[in-house]
């Protein structure tokens, strides 16, 4: 059998897809990154590779994501593309006739509009963590609730308290004050889901022409107070596909498998990607004003990605001609 490989790295979890020939998923894994996305995308590589017989059954691989550059140098990619294209192409697979795409992860959050299958609009979360699921983190962790029993109590809120989510600040103080109050933890819950929902909508929404069918995707959307929440402030049938937490990674795979430029031999360095050496040396960018701490990754003393910066200059250069 031949396989394509699709992967999506992103701040908070890498996201993998497995996908044969003609298209279908046949393995995914989705982890946490825990700021290590080099050891992710090796863990990521080692739990696929037990459905995948040799090196030389893979011939095509995509990566998408915040760190897709690090992931393609590292994996040898034969595609590299952005988090919009691929979110839009993998939904496509389960949903040919989506019109709105509501994508919120652990820190970015995103929203992009189709009409007949062609990608018109999109917008994307400033820097404000309020309106991603890196605030259900945060406020489930002050109120001692795992964020895996966090939406499955949510949801059967009857009376949910209204929770400021403009900051998350106002809102970890609003939090704390209803629930001093004596209001259930289940309202507390969804309160603060329809605070993210809202916080969504004003921010990576605002200004976009909403329209069924609406799917919603990513890590958060697992959240079925979330699914809730947004359904009831649209107003409008919410979908959650199959697969939703790695649809980047689908989309990377299917990117990879359509390819017309992929060259006849892929570029995958092979699973042995799992067990190498890469040596880490963190530098400074003086570029900009912004001074960012760059990480160049290096494997048998050859440079072979540079990762971190708030913008694509050095992860998008290639490693060999880069100077520091």
Same mark, same amino acid.
């Given at each position: 059998m031949s396989f394509y490989l699709g992967i999506d790295i992103g701040s908070v %979890? $890498?996201?993998? &897809?497995?996908? /044969?020939g003609e298209g279908r998923l046949v393995e995914s894994v989705y982890l946490r990154t825990h700021g290590r996305p080099i050891a992710a995308i090796q863990e990521g590589l080692s739990r696929?590779?037990?459905?995948?017989? *040799?090196? *030389? +059954?893979?011939i095509g691989v995509g990566a998408t994501g915040s760190a897709r550059h690090l992931a393609g140098a590292i994996v040898g990619a034969d595609i590299v593309k952005n988090e919009i294209?691929? =979110? &839009?192409?993998?939904?496509?697979?389960?949903?040919?006739?989506?019109?709105?795409i509501i994508e919120i992860g652990g820190?970015? %959050?995103?929203i992009i509009v189709l009409r007949e299958g062609i990608i018109i609009d999109f917008?994307? *979360? %400033?820097?404000? &963590? +309020?309106?991603?699921?890196s605030f259900l983190d945060h406020q489930a962790s002050r109120l001692n609730v795992s964020i895996e029993?966090?939406? $499955?109590? $949510?949801?059967?809120s009857q009376r949910p308290v209204r929770i400021s989510g403009q900051c998350t600040v106002f809102a970890e103080s609003d939090m704390l004050q209803k629930q001093q109050m004596g209001h259930a933890m289940k309202d507390i819950l969804y309160g603060l889901c329809q605070a993210l929902g809202r916080n969504y909508l004003h921010d990576v929404g605002s200004g976009k022409d909403i329209q069924p069918p609406i799917v919603f995707q990513g890590g958060v959307a697992f959240n079925a107070g979330m699914a809730r929440a947004i =359904? /009831?402030?649209?107003?409008e049938k919410i979908i959650v596909p199959p697969h939703h937490e790695v649809m980047g990674a689908i989309g990377a795979g299917v990117v990879a498998m359509g390819n017309e430029a992929r060259p006849k031999k892929t570029s995958f360095n092979g699973f042995g990607v799992v067990? $190498? =050496?890469y040596e880490i040396r963190l530098m400074e960018c003086r570029a900009c004003p912004s001074l960012c701490e760059i990480a160049q990754v290096s494997r048998d003393g050859k440079r072979i990605a540079f990762w971190g910066g708030r913008c694509d200059l050095w992860e998008t250069r290639a490693a060999d001609s880069a100077t520091v």
């Open positions: %979890s $890498a996201k993998f &897809a497995l996908l /044969e696929l590779r037990r459905k995948v017989p *040799n090196d *030389n +059954a893979v294209t691929c =979110q &839009a192409v993998g939904t496509l697979q389960f949903v040919p006739d989506v019109r709105t820190q970015d %959050s995103k917008g994307m *979360n %400033s820097v404000c &963590a +309020a309106g991603t699921g029993e966090f939406g $499955a109590r $949510a949801v059967d =359904q /009831e402030l649209l107003q067990a $190498a =050496q």
